[in-house]
């Protein structure tokens, strides 16, 4: 929030004593307006002018002003609270709020009214100033205030979302609720706050380059470096700690991080789920060798985006009919024509340098799996080859494989899976992006703007959450460059080569999953249910943004939006053209898919590549995150002794397990989808669009929670009631 530390005279005193309420300078050639002008005097002139009005019985008019505090651990204030009320025709004294309530008006969840009175009517209110002053016996707080409601003596209600923590004695200004577009703010001291506040927000809010060729973070050396408006609040950071340890405390596996021994047998791993189980872990570990449930996670899994309709086989994917149709029961040719032959392609983890864990050298390959939709439309892995060069001793496995060596080519896999899902997938395409759409909003566009109260309830928390897994995961000392096959050397590999295949269309889940092919693929329920979210969100900001933009020409006039989305292009998506991202906003249209976008991959589209990360991955077998031998190069070498070997060792499998189990964790202030705690807008309209909203996603809420009661697996990752408002985890 913008601050100011010089306290004016009240208007109505400097319009009693004839002297301006403004007054303007020329500095450097630049006219600059001195809104608030000083007064050292300013005391002594109040307490005479008071005399004076009370001995000519100056009738005073009463503003009743209504504080709420937000109801959440460590919001109250025990300090003196001040407010000033800022109208289109003067200001009301600066005074001390005092109620019947006394040191308890502020305290977490009270909503306490006072008396602001002046000698005459200030007008339309713009703004209002609120201030702590710190009382020595009660030492410096923080508070965090929800809103202030103000009834003028004219009988209008103003509303003033606030939603801030104020932490100092500073004096910081809020606009009035409604929204405005900076072609709309047409009164000087809105506009001076407007401008004050993005001077300060970008000093707050500052770009730094983590690596280069992936998108821009925001600049913090510590977590207490985030402003306080965007940090965990005490609930959340109570619950959470970031670090493996705790995770390997709650999951009682602490004596095993220290082992860098090999599983000796299943049942050995087995045995280290004594707690924390999850109905699908437990349906994982009975069925992870299936080939039908090996298929399903591509559908229905933590990667649901892989997977693609196969019109051609790949060159050096060297297939024929013999190895996977032996019996002569169906022909490649036939069924790619018929749209039943799907491939899942690694090509980016193609000479990846793997990780060296424990001292040993670890794999990683870049598969290729064929999968094929049998007539009774269960989708089932026909072919895998481990490696991207065909050649002799990079064999195409096949189910009809001796046990061992098809099991054993799954497990690369899904090893490469993991690795692909958690960096491609989950921290680029979610919450890297997330943080540049968060960051860009912060430092372009002031609180009043209706993009910022559409769009600041879906950054909740995102910059803290990310500053973590900078400094927790893959920072060198991270667990995921300590444990994960790609961490080290592949990390800012793999993150480059997916930040350039990362496209405009495929952030759109519709245009995804038509470029796919996927659009008739059977009990796809990532697909269905976000499909659904996506058009639900879609009525929602269009209904939101063709309220405050009714023309395209509105749209290309918005000084501020336009610099929205320029920086997200050159901070994002690194000015490449080629990704299809808008440079800059032309129609409504524009604005309201890439905004549906963002509220999508924010929400949505987190939730399904994140939320059952320890339903898929707490099971080792299958999702090991690294893999300590190479594949077999002929086949018939396998066995379960070679399998346990390959398998990560005792620590890297319960590193993995722990921080896998704290990325799947609810935090108890969980924001459901669409769920807006903090009122940012007043209109009517948009107040009414958040309703139907609700309701919309009440209903997908039902649809999808009576379809899962008839499913072996159900898929709760895009029930609205289960997905964040934010990247938050
Ligand atoms: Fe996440």
Not at 475 to 482: A, D, I, K, N
Not at 527 to 537: E, F, K, Q
Request: proline content about 5%.
């Amino acid at each position: 929030m913008f601050k100011h530390v010089e306290y004016s005279i009240t208007t109505w005193i400097l319009q009693l004593t004839g002297q301006s309420h403004k007054t303007s300078c020329i500095k450097g050639g630049i006219r600059e307006e001195n809104v608030y002008q000083k007064s050292s005097s300013s005391e002594e002139l109040l307490g005479l002018i008071n005399r004076i009005l009370l001995l000519s019985r100056v009738k005073m008019v009463d503003y009743k002003v209504t504080v709420s505090t937000v109801n959440i651990a460590t919001a109250t204030t025990f300090n003196n609270v001040y407010i000033k009320l800022v109208g289109t025709d003067g200001e009301s004294d600066r005074t001390w709020l005092v109620s019947v309530k006394g040191a308890l008006s502020f305290v977490r969840g009270a909503v306490s009214t006072f008396t602001v009175s002046c000698p005459a009517s200030i007008g339309k209110l713009v703004l209002i100033e609120l201030s702590l002053q710190h009382i020595p016996l009660f030492g410096e707080d923080s508070w965090f205030p929800a809103k202030v409601e103000v009834k003028s003596p004219e009988g209008d209600t103003y509303n003033f979302p606030i939603y801030q923590w104020i932490t100092d004695s500073e004096v910081h200004r809020f606009r009035e609720g409604t929204a405005l577009k900076v072609s709309e703010d047409n009164h000087h001291l809105g506009k001076y706050s407007r401008e004050q506040e993005l001077k300060q927000r970008e000093e707050n809010y500052r770009w730094h380059v983590y690596a280069e060729g992936i998108p821009h973070c925001m600049k913090a050396e510590d977590p207490t470096d985030l402003p306080a408006e965007v940090r965990f609040s005490f609930t959340k950071a109570s619950e959470f700690r970031f670090t493996a340890l705790t995770g390997l405390a709650e999951l009682r596996l602490k004596g095993l991080a220290e082992s860098t021994e090999n599983w000796p047998d299943i049942d050995s791993i087995n045995r280290v789920f004594c707690c924390k189980q999850t109905d699908i872990l437990d349906y994982v570990q009975k069925h992870w060798k299936e080939d039908a449930f090996f298929a399903y996670q591509y559908l229905n899994g933590v990667n649901p985006i892989l997977i693609r309709r196969c019109s051609a086989l790949p060159d050096n994917f060297p297939v024929t009919d013999d190895m996977v149709f032996p019996s002569g029961q169906f022909s490649l040719a036939d069924e790619m024509k018929k749209g039943n032959i799907f491939l899942c392609d690694y090509k980016r983890l193609d000479g990846l340098k793997a990780n060296i864990i424990n001292g040993k050298q670890q794999y990683l390959m870049a598969p290729l799996v064929l999968l094929h939709k049998t007539p009774d439309d269960k989708l089932m892995p026909v072919a895998i080859q481990l490696k991207q060069t065909p050649a002799e001793d990079n064999p195409i496995f096949l189910p009809t494989d001796s046990e061992y060596d098809w099991l054993t080519a799954k497990i690369f896999v899904r090893s490469a899976d993991f690795n692909e899902h958690q960096l491609n997938v989950h921290l680029l395409r979610t919450h890297l992006f997330a943080e540049v759409f968060a960051v860009s909003l912060l430092r372009n566009v002031p609180s009043v703007h209706p993009l910022y109260k559409l769009l600041v309830p879906h950054t909740r928390y995102t910059l803290q959450i990310n500053f973590l897994a900078r400094a927790r995961l893959i920072s060198e000392t991270g667990s995921f460059t300590l444990f994960a096959a790609s961490g080290g050397e592949g990390l800012v590999t793999l993150l480059q080569r997916s930040q350039s295949s990362v496209t405009y269309s495929s952030l759109c889940m519709p245009e995804d999953i038509a470029e796919r092919g996927v659009e008739d693929v059977p009990n796809f329920y990532y697909r269905d249910d976000g499909l659904g979210i996506w058009d639900i969100i879609h009525r929602f900001v269009q209904g939101v943004l063709s309220f405050y933009y009714k023309s395209d020409a509105e749209v290309q006039q918005d000084s501020e939006l336009q610099k929205w989305i320029s920086d997200i292009f050159e901070h994002g998506f690194l000015s490449q053209a080629c990704t299809g991202i808008p440079q800059s906003f032309k129609t409504v249209d524009e604005l309201v898919k890439f905004v549906t976008m963002v509220i999508f991959t924010s929400s949505a589209q987190h939730s399904a590549v994140n939320t059952g990360q320890y339903d898929y991955g707490g099971w080792m077998p299958n999702t090991p995150i690294s893999l300590q031998l190479p594949p077999p190069t002929t086949k018939g070498t396998t066995s379960e002794a070679t399998m346990l070997q390959t398998f990560p060792a005792v620590n890297t499998t319960v590193q993995g397990m722990a921080t896998m189990w704290l990325l799947s964790q609810q935090s108890s202030d969980f924001v459901a989808l669409g769920q807006y705690p903090e009122e940012h807008f007043s209109e009517e309209i948009p107040c009414k669009l958040i309703k139907d909203f609700q309701g919309e996603l009440e209903v997908l809420s039902a649809v999808i929670k009576a379809r899962n009661k008839s499913l072996e697996v159900p898929y709760t990752y895009m029930d609205p009631t289960e997905v964040e408002n934010s990247v938050a985890i």
